[in-house]
């Protein structure tokens, strides 16, 4: 990597850290988020398409350290799928997204500049379709991409693109401090939050617009806004004493459902995706592993005893499974008759249900079919790899995770896997490596930078990578050492 675009990370990381470090647990969400500056937009005055690039890469870390992020790569895969869908059926961007789903059960959803648009699980698990939940994804990304927080920026005077930075770690540190973090960020956000809040409405609108936009260009049935809309609505007026988080910072009038029913309406008569297997899955497989493993047994076994479907045996699987019942969990697979469809999501379940059970030749044997199937699923390469370690063969391990490389924007699971397949095959400076990337995607600097200087130490290195990680070490504490 460049060392300018090392240190214009870690310039960053220092900027965002040193703001954030006085604030403390995750309390609440709330909606933010920037990206693609128009031709004249005053937003581009304050941060450049390609330095918001580069903060997006360290506030998704910001996102890892501070909020319970999913790091199951079949989730990971299916939130990441559907919203490149979004983007490639009518977005005209080459921005980064990063897509995360937040393990919480409150309903929520929030973009934040650099282009990520986190989804919390409550929200996923209220959705009823594909299409629903498309288009709170397909809204965040107009947040996103309409630059909002940026034009908001753009009306406080004096705002440069250091301080900006900074007013960025104080709305994270209000989304995620808690009343701690609230009452500090007051005097920071007062004037920022006074001089936007004539700009909300016309945001959501803007939002909402381009959101069914890219739904009608992705084939997603537009209707899944209203009646997404409709579900919240009903929802908060049954809980009327919690409003849904959602709501607060996303103001749903009559109107903006009304106005959501006539564009859909525009394009009634036309065939178009209402929902697939793969959103189910995804959905079931979000509750079989957010939810206390105990519970969902009990639950699941009088379910399954009125409605014996194939969704209820593959969530019972996954608690069971957690509790290490993998023989329990392969006899309630074998329940289910999947459709072509299914395949992929009950045979990547048999194989880790295999892998709980100690049947790791059953496991690899599934595993590898899946990978000559779906070559670089990072899915079925990380129980692959965790199959191969349980197997006693960590090159190998190693050898099939380093096909998926190690951007520091990737799954934090996959630096750990590496991190132990490393050590076991005798390569400490990479397990260290990957312990540093790992620290990286949680914005832990220091530790991070000790472990490459406990990597470059090792004995036995090679020259290839010894001079990889000291330059990497060098470039790092050079910048320490200048901004402490």
């Known amino acids: 990597m460049n060392p300018t675009n090392y240190r214009w990370r870690y310039f960053l990381l220092s900027l965002v850290l040193t703001v954030m ?203 899944g806004m209203p009646r997404f809309f409709e579900r919240l609505n009903a929802h908060s007026q049954i809980n009327q004493s919690k409003i849904p988080e959602f709501l607060r910072s996303h103001p749903l009038t009559t109107s903006r459902i009304s106005d959501s029913k006539v564009r859909a309406e525009q394009f009634k008569g036309k065939r178009y995706v209402e929902d697939t297997v793969h959103f189910q899955y995804a959905k079931a497989r979000a509750i079989g592993i957010s939810s206390d493993p105990n519970a969902l047994v009990n639950h699941y076994q009088k379910l399954i005893a009125e409605e014996s479907n194939n969704l209820n045996y593959y969530i019972y699987s996954i608690a069971l499974n957690r509790l290490g019942r993998g023989k329990q969990a392969l006899r309630a697979l074998d329940k289910i008759i999947p459709s072509n469809n299914e395949r992929f999501p009950i045979e990547l379940a048999r194989a880790q249900a295999f892998i709980a059970d100690r049947q790791i030749d059953n496991a690899l044997k599934i595993l590898q079919e899946l990978d000559d199937l779906y070559p670089q699923n990072e899915s079925v390469i990380y129980y692959l790899a965790t199959a191969l370690l349980e197997d006693k063969k960590p090159k190998e391990a190693l050898d099939k995770l380093d096909t998926l490389g190690n951007d520091i924007t990737g799954n934090p699971a996959i630096e750990r896997l590496r991190a132990r397949a490393a050590d076991g095959a005798g390569q400490p400076w990479r397990s260290h490596e990957a312990l540093s990337n790992y620290d990286l995607m949680h914005a832990r600097f220091e530790t991070a930078v000790e472990h490459l200087l406990i990597a470059a130490r090792q004995t036995g290195i090679d020259p290839h990578s010894k001079a990889r990680i000291e330059a990497k070490k060098d470039e790092l504490i050079e910048f320490r050492n200048k901004h402490k």
């Open 21 to 223: 470090s006085s604030f403390t647990a995750v309390n609440s969400e709330e909606d933010y988020g920037i990206i693609l500056p128009d031709i004249g937009d005053p937003a581009s005055a304050l941060l450049s398409v390609n330095q918001e690039i580069e903060l997006g890469k360290i506030l998704v870390a910001q996102v890892n350290q501070r909020l319970p992020v999913s790091q199951d790569p079949e989730l990971r895969n299916y939130l990441q799928s559907l919203g490149t869908r979004l983007i490639s059926g009518g977005l005209n961007s080459d921005f980064p997204f990063y897509f995360r789903l937040v393990f919480d059960s409150r309903i929520n959803a929030f973009a934040m500049p650099g282009g990520i648009v986190a989804i919390n699980s409550g929200l996923l698990i209220l959705s009823q379709s594909e299409s629903e939940l498309a288009s709170v994804v397909a809204h965040e990304i107009s947040h996103v991409s309409q630059r909002h927080i940026a034009r908001r920026f753009a009306r406080q005077q004096k705002l440069s693109v250091i301080n900006t930075i900074a007013l960025l770690g104080t709305v994270l540190a209000t989304i995620y401090g808690g009343e701690a973090g609230q009452a500090a960020g007051t005097a920071t956000l007062g004037a920022f939050q006074d001089a936007s809040l004539s700009y909300s409405r016309a945001f959501e609108q803007e939002a909402d617009r381009i959101g069914m936009s890219l739904l009608i260009n992705a084939n997603l049935d537009p209707f």
